[in-house]
């Protein structure tokens, strides 16, 4: 299996399974909360999806401080090594598609079309557009 092993400063190590269905992303911010509890405020977060049809669990596998000097590198193996526990699986159900124009719901339309940048449109707004287009294009 494909892992990802997260490495501090070339000790701790954190790993990930890399399934098909998953997608993990490390993050590091700096966070205002740290601030106001008068800690670094430098955090790495490791945090990721797992999606299963219409739901999706959001994961956290590590939160870290960091400080000057700390050293992140990320080696891709094909191992099996044990993964590091997660201590947050949070399940997301994923609301209905809908219209981007109407908001009508999915169930609540006959066709329901995805465009590019995530619009969906529905067939009565299809229709409506059409509608809309030749009467311009008669003017
Ligand atoms: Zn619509």
Redesign the pocket.
């Known amino acids: 299996m494909k892992q990802f092993h997260v490495h501090i400063n070339e000790k701790e190590e954190f790993i990930i399974n890399s399934k098909e269905n998953e997608a993990f992303s490390i993050c590091i911010t700096n966070n205002p909360y740290y601030k106001e509890r008068e800690m670094p405020t430098t955090v790495m977060r490791i945090e990721g999806n797992r999606w299963s049809g219409e739901q999706m669990d959001n994961l956290e596998w590590e939160e870290k401080i960091l400080t000057k000097g700390n050293k992140i590198s990320i080696e891709i193996k094909d191992s099996y090594n044990k993964a590091s526990k997660l201590f947050k699986d949070e399940r997301y159900v994923k609301p209905e598609d809908e219209?981007?124009?109407?908001?009508?719901k999915k169930s609540e339309?006959k066709h329901l079309i995805a465009a590019e940048f995530f619009a969906l449109?529905?067939?009565?707004?299809i229709s409506?557009c059409v509608r809309l287009i030749n009467e311009k294009e008669k003017t």
């Open positions: 219209c981007t124009f109407c908001h009508k339309v449109i529905c067939d009565a707004c409506e």
